[in-house]
Every structure is written in C-alpha cells, then in structure tokens.
C-alpha cells in the first residue's frame, strides 16, 4: 500500500475530490498553507493499492492545473529606508507537487 499526498491550489480540490471519490478513492482533505506565499492551498491524503497510484496521479493531472499567482518579496535593502520593503512579483504555482511513501501498516478500527 501507498500513501499519496497531493499538494493542490484550493480552487481544484473539490473536482478532484469528485473524479476520486468516483473512482472508488477514499480521500482526506487538509486545508494547509504554502511556506513561501503563505497562501492557503490544499493537500489530499489517500491510502491505496500501489497499482491504482499511477489512476490516481493522472486524475491529479487532469483536474489540477498551474496558475500564476501573486506573492511579495522583500526588496532585500538594507539601509533604514528600504529594508523589508516587500513588493510584488509574479509566481507560478504548478498544478500538483505529489510524494507518494510506502504504508507499513494500515489499520482500520
Ligand atoms: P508555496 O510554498 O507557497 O510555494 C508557491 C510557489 O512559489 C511554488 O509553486 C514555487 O513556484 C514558488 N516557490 C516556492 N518556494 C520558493 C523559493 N524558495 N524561491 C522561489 N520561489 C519559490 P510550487 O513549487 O508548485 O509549490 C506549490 C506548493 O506546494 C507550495 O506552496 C508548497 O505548499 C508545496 N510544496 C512544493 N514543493 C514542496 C516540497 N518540496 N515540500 C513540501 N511542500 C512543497
């Protein structure tokens, strides 16, 4: 068995999580937050069978698309005047970043 996690934009979650449940994949949706845009984003948790990853990766890729985004960073000054001045740049964040980890055990009660 295989956990999946799939780091999505929030605005895909609920049509992936539709096509998924379809298919037979039980899902856990976590509202989580991105460390660099510190934006909110979603991440999903499946528990399933290694053979049906591969199914499950290629709903991720159907559903979830890449969008550009708008972040800010610091200007990087020093001096008093200009230190922290954060300002905007232009990020692309991609549709999905996904870790898939091997299950030692999986217990239901
Ligand atoms: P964030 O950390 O908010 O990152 C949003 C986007 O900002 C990233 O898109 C990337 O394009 C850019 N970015 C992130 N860190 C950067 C940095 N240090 N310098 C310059 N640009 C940077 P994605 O790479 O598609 O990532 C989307 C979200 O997926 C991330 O949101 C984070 O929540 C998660 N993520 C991505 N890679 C990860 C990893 N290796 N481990 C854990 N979470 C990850």
Redesign the pocket.
């Known amino acids: 068995m295989k956990l999946v996690l799939a780091?999505i934009n929030d605005e895909d979650a609920f049509t992936a999580m539709d096509q998924l449940n379809e298919k037979g994949y039980s899902v856990t949706k976590l509202a989580?937050?991105?460390?660099?845009?510190?934006?909110g984003?979603t991440t999903l948790i499946c528990g399933c069978d290694e053979d049906r990853v591969e199914e499950f990766v290629g709903i991720i890729e159907q559903k979830c698309k890449?969008r550009k985004?708008i972040?800010s960073v610091n200007s990087g000054g020093i001096s008093a005047n200009e230190s922290y001045v954060p300002f905007p740049v232009e990020?692309?964040?991609?549709?999905?970043?996904v870790?898939v980890l091997n299950v030692d055990e999986f217990i239901k009660i």
């Open positions: 780091i989580t937050t991105g460390g660099f845009l510190r934006a984003n890449s985004k972040g990020i692309t964040v991609g549709g999905a970043t870790f």
